[in-house]
């Protein structure tokens, strides 16, 4: 199975000059294209301060396609950056403030193709499901400087009144869809499907992800690509075994949407601590024959996990997708920058330009080359190995030796545990024909007599 093709569309925000202007000097110029078609620069429908640039529909399964598609994606930022500065502006990222007053803000937009409506339906649901774990890993505070640090998870879709948490969609058709978008209207006053999170887009079978908060870094941008492509190619392969993706609590799934939104990685995240074990009581109801919507409305067992906790098990579970991908260590780096680091704090680029304007350096530069630096890591990786030479090696190792192997981390562990049947123990193999496994004296053969 090939991986799924995608697009994106990158906020960007141009500070100190008309956008007007810049997007005509580099519509001039000309954009590079991917894939046979151009990438587009557009201004944002109600914002226009804010920038997107909006690549094509590509093919992103290799790391080779990965170089070439975040190369003419970095080139197109640079291209947008200079006209900013020969406008007498700069380019900055939505949120990212250079000067002293707040900025608006915006989000990276992702649209992920699917074969079929059943793979549509899956993908949406899976994502759904991981979708305040995505808002935890890509939610960032707005850069004012001079100002305070906002340690808020996502301010962007804090502030927002545009954005619905996901529906379960027990079906993309579009009978199905009516009724999703009447029950939109009817309780949010809402009748637009991509007003949620995560929304299938009819006609083209794609679906689109629109909770990600606009990154001060291409390395960021590209991890996020990687890790969105992971969760379709994990959905592409349940379609393939006859899986689907079950309902979700949508109280719980708004009570975890909430908790990323306002702490991030430091939320506790709510999760269901039995769900096969009540799946099982419902199946036993209903063959006693009681009513549906009574064992739908029992409360589930909960308990809390540290956010943190809940993104590594994701990244770990997602190793044989990423290893399909054909992913490196480096890719990724700046999704183990968040939970995997020995100092136990997240770490991302935002943080880095708050150091180099502390440190007096030139801001808008710092700014634009985290934009504009194509590769894998870009500046995190650079971070990582000087302050953790030793430990962040280690940590690129292990998750090298993991993505070679195509196997997560407790996939390897259980693999490499001695097995029970293999009499592996050492009184086993001590034992040897002077009694079985359980220590008693070996008995007599067939119709033989004990002495």
Avoid at 35 to 54: A, M
Wanted: charged content about 30%; glycine content about 10%; aromatic content about 2%.
């Amino acid at each position: 199975m090939g991986a799924a093709r995608q697009a994106l569309a990158k906020g960007l925000m141009v500070q100190g000059a008309d956008p007007a202007a810049v997007l005509a000097a580099v519509s001039r110029s000309g954009l590079p294209s991917l894939g046979g078609e151009s990438i587009r620069l557009e201004q944002h429908p109600r914002r226009q301060e804010l920038l997107r640039l909006t690549t094509p529909m590509t093919w992103l399964g290799t790391r080779g396609a990965r170089r070439e598609g975040f190369d003419a994606l970095g080139y197109a930022i640079d291209m947008v950056a200079t006209a900013a500065r020969q406008a007498g502006g700069m380019l900055t990222a939505p949120g990212l403030s250079l000067g002293g007053s707040a900025v608006p803000l915006d989000g990276d937009t992702h649209w992920l193709e699917t074969a079929d409506p059943v793979e549509q339906e899956v993908l949406c649901n899976l994502l759904r499901r991981h979708s305040p774990l995505l808002i935890a890993i890509a939610g960032r505070g707005s850069f004012v400087r001079g100002g305070r640090r906002d340690r808020i998870g996502s301010r962007w879709l804090a502030d927002s009144h545009e954005h619905l948490a996901a529906r379960f969609l027990a079906s993309v058709t579009e009978r199905h869809l009516y009724r999703v978008q009447a029950e939109l209207r009817r309780r949010d006053g809402i009748s637009h499907l991509d007003r949620m999170d995560v929304a299938p887009l009819m006609g083209n079978g794609s679906v689109l992800v629109r909770c990600l908060d606009a990154q001060t870094s291409l390395a960021e941008t590209r991890a996020h690509v990687l890790l969105l492509s992971a969760l379709a190619l994990r959905a592409r392969s349940m379609v393939k075994e006859g899986r689907r993706e079950g309902p979700v609590s949508q109280r719980l799934l708004e009570e975890n949407r909430a908790r990323a939104i306002s702490d991030g990685l430091r939320a506790g995240m709510v999760e269901d601590k039995r769900p096969r074990e009540r799946e099982r009581e419902r199946e036993r109801d209903r063959d006693r024959g009681r009513r549906e919507h009574q064992v739908r409305d029992a409360p589930p067992d909960e308990r809390k996990i540290p956010a943190r906790q809940a993104v590594r098990a994701l990244l770990d579970d997602l190793v044989p997708e990423f290893s399909r991908l054909d992913a490196t260590p480096e890719e990724i780096l700046p999704l183990l920058c968040l939970v995997e680091l020995p100092g136990g704090q997240p770490l991302r680029a935002q943080d880095l330009l708050t150091r180099s304007a502390g440190n007096g350096q030139a801001l808008p530069e710092a700014v634009r080359t985290a934009l504009t630096d194509s590769r894998p890591g870009g500046l995190l990786l650079d971070a990582v190995l000087a302050e953790y030479p030793g430990s962040g090696q280690l940590m690129l190792n292990v998750w090298r030796e993991a993505l070679e192997s195509g196997l997560s981390l407790r996939a390897r562990r259980d693999h490499d545990r001695p097995s029970a049947r293999s009499g592996s123990r050492p009184d086993q193999r001590r034992r040897g024909r002077a009694g079985d496994r359980r220590g008693r004296p070996a008995g007599p053969s067939k119709g033989g007599k004990q002495q």
